[in-house]
């Protein structure tokens, strides 16, 4: 039997463990390149308590998610080892074990939930079977069984019609419903150490709430220790018992939850705190535009937008239901504006995106620069993609991993026949240094990079055009807080440049409020309140656009909230069969253009 089988089995209880569940001294981790090793950890030590919940915090590149990886040892092979230091997981040194006496450890006594799902998750095999080999691996449940408790951990994370996810792959998801698969995953069988890197990034503020509350009842319930890396400093507040801010490989300060936030010690500490955006903080602070009007400035107009993709089933695959995944939505963005697009993963936001940026078909009107994209031929469309860029919500997925990061970023450029090699090469340098990266980075590979530095990647690949309108989908949600504020105020400085204007689409509300100019909240595919970015959060009229704002964590630990704010019930499925309805909101005018659905 596999070790830790015991304590999965229903009714069963958790092991008493003495001392601390994961204790590790002087970690060190190398990783050989061009130029020899070079440390990306230095002599890190920590313990971890039964039942506490451990934030490390830090930049992107600072050594959190490959301390991680080699407590799950899981280090990318060969150029990456643990140099020196233990890590003991109760009396279990995971420094000296095999491959094969880990793999039996590994997510039943101690799991991890992945920053990236798209990379994590295989995508030729569908998520049942995913989400069920792990369990069939470390229990005695049949398949039957395996499958059930795959479908209750769907639905412990909100995945509506978990059982019809089981037979779908995960290009068939989105983003955020894709990390939601891999937390369920993690959770399933029930760990004693939890190591969640990066778990709710891709995740709306309501979904986010909620996952960190279903990790407080599995500490509650099964004692369960918790390390949570994350840039996000309000979850830090609302979760930690401890933090450790890492930088460049090292620990540069440890200490309760309370005494980081009010009274840091290191610069560093100091710098980051600073740099988180809050609630209440952008409301005021410039002017907002007035609701919008349909005049020929407008850099983009949307009008009446439907997007719905057939579904095949039976033994003939004939379309036997669709999914509503954009019913009626209209807006317009004007130069040198910021439009917020927020709502739950799968409402809607970022296949009203690709519609925009023309990579799904759709009915409707787009006019983008006084020209309907319907009615273009292909050179007229090529010339509209010049103007209209996007920033895709998962880096690694939109990168090609053959191609040098510099090739990724002048690629744009190539294309349109824009300046000389060396003017390229010129322009392509200075992007990467406003964008927080080096010129020396450009010959390195997408894989080579962190998380947060792909997107980065992105963003500078997405301006090298100097285009009109840029559509950002989370295009902040990887960084961390010092380096997205300054990427935020990069953004905001090109625009006060080349007023360049944003579709700018985020579940961070706080992120919202500190740069847009209008706010349109969607739910199931529709737009349910729209209006100024003041009106929007002070005044906001609709219930669901409450529940989100009340759904940010506070980043402050004196105001932790005891629970997290829920929705009601369930998001309905968008998906309907052929001849049904879609569901309609009815939608009525609120004083001062400031637009908020009746209905749902």
Same mark, same amino acid.
């Given at each position: 039997?596999?070790?830790g089988?015991?304590?999965?089995?229903?009714?069963?209880?958790?092991?008493?463990?003495?001392?601390?569940?994961?204790?590790?001294?002087?970690?060190?981790?190398?990783?050989?390149?061009?130029?020899?090793?070079?440390?990306?950890?230095?002599?890190?030590?920590?313990?971890?308590?039964?039942?506490?919940?451990?934030?490390?915090a830090g930049?992107?590149?600072?050594?959190?998610?490959?301390?991680?990886?080699?407590?799950?040892?899981?280090?990318?092979q060969?150029?990456?080892r643990?140099?020196?230091?233990?890590?003991?997981?109760?009396d279990?040194?995971?420094?000296?074990?095999?491959?094969?006496?880990?793999?039996?450890i590994?997510?039943?006594?101690?799991?991890?939930?992945?920053?990236?799902?798209?990379?994590?998750?295989?995508?030729?095999?569908?998520?049942?079977?995913?989400?069920?080999?792990?369990?069939?691996?470390?229990?005695?449940?049949?398949r039957?069984?395996?499958?059930?408790?795959?479908?209750?951990a769907?639905?412990?994370?909100?995945?509506?019609?978990?059982?019809?996810?089981?037979?779908?792959?995960?290009?068939? +998801?989105? $983003? &955020?419903?894709?990390? !939601? @698969?891999?937390?369920?995953?993690?959770?399933?069988?029930?760990?004693?150490?939890? #190591? *969640?890197?990066?778990?709710?990034?891709?995740?709306?503020?309501?979904v986010?709430?909620?996952?960190?509350?279903?990790?407080?009842?599995?500490?509650?319930?099964?004692?369960?220790s918790?390390?949570?890396?994350?840039?996000?400093?309000?979850?830090?507040?609302?979760?930690?018992?401890?933090?450790?801010?890492?930088?460049?490989?090292?620990?540069?300060?440890?200490g309760?939850?309370?005494?980081?936030?009010?009274?840091?010690?290191?610069?560093?500490t100091?710098?980051?705190?600073?740099a988180?955006?809050?609630?209440?903080?952008?409301?005021g602070?410039?002017?907002?535009?007035?609701?919008?009007?349909?005049?020929?400035?407008?850099?983009?107009?949307?009008?009446?937008?439907?997007?719905?993709?057939? +579904?095949? $089933? &039976?033994?003939?695959? !004939? @379309?036997t239901?669709?999914?509503?995944?954009?019913?009626?939505?209209?807006?317009? #963005? *004007?130069?040198?504006?910021?439009?917020?697009?927020?709502?739950?993963?799968?409402?809607?936001?970022?296949t009203?995106?690709?519609?925009?940026?023309?990579?799904?078909?759709?009915?409707?009107?787009?006019?983008?620069?006084?020209?309907?994209?319907?009615?273009?031929?292909?050179?007229?469309?090529?010339?509209?993609?010049?103007?209209?860029?996007?920033?895709?919500?998962?880096?690694?997925?939109?990168?090609?991993?053959?191609?040098?990061?510099?090739?990724?970023?002048?690629?744009?450029?190539?294309?349109?026949?824009?300046?000389?090699r060396?003017?390229?090469?010129q322009?392509?340098?200075?992007?990467f240094?406003?964008?927080?990266?080096?010129a020396?980075?450009?010959?390195?590979?997408?894989?080579?990079?962190? $998380? &947060?530095?792909?997107? !980065? @990647?992105?963003?500078?690949?997405?301006?090298?055009?100097?285009?009109?309108?840029? #559509? *950002?989908?989370?295009?902040?949600?990887?960084?961390?807080?010092?380096?997205?504020?300054?990427?935020?105020?990069?953004?905001?400085?090109?625009?006060?440049?080349?007023?360049?204007?944003?579709?700018?689409?985020?579940?961070?509300?706080?992120v919202?409020?500190?740069?847009?100019?209008?706010?349109?909240?969607?739910?199931?595919?529709?737009?349910?309140?729209?209006?100024?970015?003041?009106?929007?959060?002070?005044?906001?009229?609709h219930?669901?656009?409450?529940?989100?704002?009340?759904a940010?964590?506070?980043?402050?630990?004196?105001?932790?909230?005891?629970?997290?704010?829920?929705?009601?019930?369930?998001?309905?499925?968008?998906?309907?069969?052929?001849?049904?309805?879609?569901l309609?909101?009815?939608?009525?005018?609120?004083?001062?253009?400031?637009?908020?659905?009746?209905?749902?």
């Amino acid at each position: 039997m596999n070790a830790g089988v015991g304590k999965n089995r229903p009714g069963a209880t958790a092991p008493a463990m003495a001392g601390p569940v994961l204790d590790i001294a002087n970690l060190s981790v190398s990783v050989r390149g061009e130029d020899g090793e070079r440390e990306v950890v230095s002599n890190l030590s920590l313990t971890l308590a039964r039942g506490e919940t451990l934030c490390i915090a830090g930049e992107s590149g600072s050594g959190k998610s490959m301390t991680a990886l080699a407590i799950m040892q899981l280090l990318p092979q060969p150029a990456a080892r643990i140099s020196s230091g233990k890590i003991h997981l109760g009396d279990t040194d995971l420094a000296d074990l095999d491959e094969r006496r880990m793999r039996r450890i590994r997510g039943d006594r101690i799991a991890m939930i992945f920053q990236e799902p798209m990379t994590s998750l295989n995508p030729v095999l569908s998520i049942g079977r995913q989400l069920t080999e792990s369990i069939e691996a470390h229990t005695s449940l049949s398949r039957a069984e395996a499958r059930q408790r795959g479908i209750e951990a769907l639905k412990a994370v909100r995945i509506p019609e978990a059982e019809s996810r089981l037979r779908q792959f995960p290009h068939e +998801l989105s $983003g &955020g419903m894709r990390q !939601r @698969v891999m937390i369920a995953m993690a959770l399933a069988l029930k760990p004693d150490v939890l #190591i *969640a890197d990066e778990p709710t990034t891709a995740l709306d503020v309501t979904v986010q709430g909620e996952v960190l509350e279903l990790l407080r009842d599995l500490q509650r319930q099964h004692g369960t220790s918790v390390i949570l890396i994350t840039h996000d400093m309000g979850v830090v507040a609302e979760m930690a018992d401890r933090v450790i801010i890492m930088r460049h490989g090292r620990m540069v300060e440890e200490g309760t939850t309370a005494d980081i936030f009010a009274r840091p010690q290191a610069d560093y500490t100091r710098e980051l705190l600073a740099a988180v955006p809050r609630i209440g903080s952008g409301v005021g602070r410039q002017k907002s535009r007035d609701v919008e009007t349909a005049t020929p400035a407008n850099v983009a107009m949307v009008k009446d937008l439907h997007v719905r993709f057939d +579904l095949r $089933g &039976g033994v003939f695959g !004939r @379309v036997t239901r669709r999914v509503h995944a954009v019913e009626g939505v209209s807006f317009s #963005i *004007a130069p040198n504006e910021t439009l917020a697009l927020v709502g739950e993963s799968g409402c809607g936001k970022s296949t009203t995106a690709k519609a925009l940026a023309g990579l799904v078909p759709y009915s409707g009107d787009i006019v983008v620069g006084g020209r309907n994209l319907s009615g273009l031929g292909r050179d007229e469309r090529k010339a509209v993609r010049r103007d209209v860029q996007m920033i895709f919500q998962d880096p690694f997925a939109s990168l090609d991993p053959r191609m040098r990061v510099g090739d990724l970023v002048a690629e744009p450029l190539v294309i349109h026949g824009i300046a000389s090699r060396q003017e390229r090469s010129q322009r392509v340098a200075a992007l990467f240094e406003r964008v927080g990266l080096s010129a020396d980075q450009m010959e390195l590979y997408p894989h080579e990079f962190s $998380g &947060g530095q792909r997107q !980065r @990647v992105c963003i500078a690949r997405a301006l090298a055009l100097r285009p009109k309108l840029i #559509i *950002a989908d989370e295009s902040v949600s990887a960084l961390d807080v010092s380096v997205q504020a300054r990427v935020l105020d990069l953004l905001k400085e090109l625009q006060r440049e080349f007023g360049v204007a944003y579709l700018f689409i985020s579940h961070d509300m706080a992120v919202v409020e500190n740069i847009s100019d209008r706010v349109a909240v969607m739910y199931l595919g529709q737009i349910v309140e729209m209006g100024t970015r003041d009106q929007v959060f002070s005044n906001p009229c609709h219930p669901y656009t409450r529940r989100l704002i009340e759904a940010v964590p506070v980043p402050d630990p004196a105001r932790r909230r005891s629970r997290f704010a829920r929705l009601d019930q369930e998001i309905p499925s968008a998906t309907r069969r052929i001849g049904e309805a879609p569901l309609k909101l009815a939608l009525q005018d609120i004083g001062n253009g400031h637009l908020v659905a009746a209905g749902g």
